[in-house]
Every structure is written in C-alpha cells, then in structure tokens.
T-cell receptor
C-alpha cells in the first residue's frame, strides 16, 4: 500500500515568489493536513482538508492557502515568499481523522 | 507557555537500555495522544496512538497516558542503535478533526 507522497522533495525559491506544493494521500484517506516544521518552532499545524472542505486552520497568515481535490489530493500555496518561510512542509493523511500518517515532506528554501 | 512541553534532550544511552521519553501538556481538552519517530531528513513515522489513560504496548514500545497529571510517556525496551532518532509527542482534542499539537521533540542516540 503506497504511503503519502509529496512533491517536489526539494525546492529553492526567491523572496516574493509564490510556490505550490502537492500531496497525494494514502488511497482511501479523505483527510489531509499540512504542517510546517522549523528548528525554532517545531511542527506547527497549517490547515486540514476533508472532502474538499477546509475543516481546521492554524495560526498562519493568509499567504498560506490550500485546497483539496475530489480525489483527495491536496495542494498548498504560499504567496509572496519570505525568508522565514524556509522550512520542511509536511503533509499527513488519515481516513477521516485520528491516526495521521506523514509523507517525507518538501524542503523549501527561500533565498 | 507552550501547550505541549517536551524535553529536547539530547538523550544518549547505551544499547539495550530502557529509554523513557516524556511530555506534559496544559490543555485538559486533549484526548488523543500519539508518539512519532523522525529520522533525519524524513517525515515523522507513527509509533503509538492512544486515547485512554493507562498503558498501551506494541513490541518494544509502551505508551503511558496519565490524564489526571497531564503527562504522557513512551518507553523503549531493549533499545537498538536503529532507534536513534527524534521522538515527537503529539496530541489532539478531537479524533474526528485532525489538528495535532506537537512537542518540540527529543533527540535520542543509542550507543552500540
């Protein structure tokens, strides 16, 4: 059974640009959530989607957005990138909540 | 004050030792508790998931939850060098909505 797939694995962007990250959940899972991991702040919740609807949102600025498609795949977008957005972005999937399984992450570097 | 506190370590123990990892939390609404293991440059891997006070065992791993003290622990028996990783506790208020709050993680090294 395939796990959670995140693409791309690595990304380098320039300040002011925007970026889109992709996440394919485990087959059959309908909940997808996104997290930001940095050495200083650790793992922080960004948002969660369930059946194409945002169900929860963390305390991040509006530059961070996401969406989920009918096949449960999800994308997150960060606009007007700042140096502080450099982080490992992790996607997790679960059936409907509960046990969450993480992907390998996308490492974003903003220069 | 963070909602979830976890000693960041680092923690270094000899192979075969029993390892104890701990988290405390302040939000009494947390009902679901998880432990993840994260190797360098990898995503977190779910080790244990529990929602009731008491112990849950899985192989060499035992998760312990004490809701009255707002304290959770992970015990690793017969530790192996392959257990060297960062261990993260996580918790949530609701099972139906996935919004996990993580501890800072404890970096563990098992010395052969």
């Amino acid at each position: 059974k395939a796990g959670v797939t995140q693409t791309p694995r690595y990304l380098i962007k320039t300040r002011g640009q925007q970026v889109t990250l992709s996440c394919s959940p485990i087959s059959g899972h309908r909940s997808v959530s996104w997290y930001q991991q940095t050495p200083g702040q650790g793992l922080q919740f960004l948002f969660e989607y369930f059946s194409e609807t945002q169900r929860n949102k963390g305390n991040f600025p509006g530059r961070f957005s996401g969406r989920q498609f009918s096949n449960s795949r999800s994308e997150m977008n960060v606009s007007t990138l700042e140096l502080g957005d450099s982080a490992l972005y992790l996607c997790a999937s679960s059936l409907w909540g509960g046990e969450a399984f993480f992907g390998q992450g996308t490492r974003l570097t903003v220069v | 004050q963070k909602e979830v506190e976890q000693d960041p370590g680092p923690l270094s123990v000899p192979e075969g030792a029993i390892v104890s990892l701990n988290c405390t939390y302040s939000n009494s609404a947390f009902q679901y508790f998880m432990w993840y293991r994260q190797y360098s440059r990898k995503g977190p891997e779910l080790l244990m998931y529990t929602y009731s006070s008491g112990n849950k065992e899985d192989g060499r791993f035992t998760a312990q939850v004490d809701k009255s003290s707002k304290y959770i622990s992970l015990f690793i028996r017969d530790s192996q060098p392959s257990d060297s990783a960062t261990y993260l506790c996580a918790m949530s208020v609701s099972e139906g909505a996935q919004k996990l709050v993580f501890g800072q993680g404890t970096r563990l090294t098992i010395n052969p």
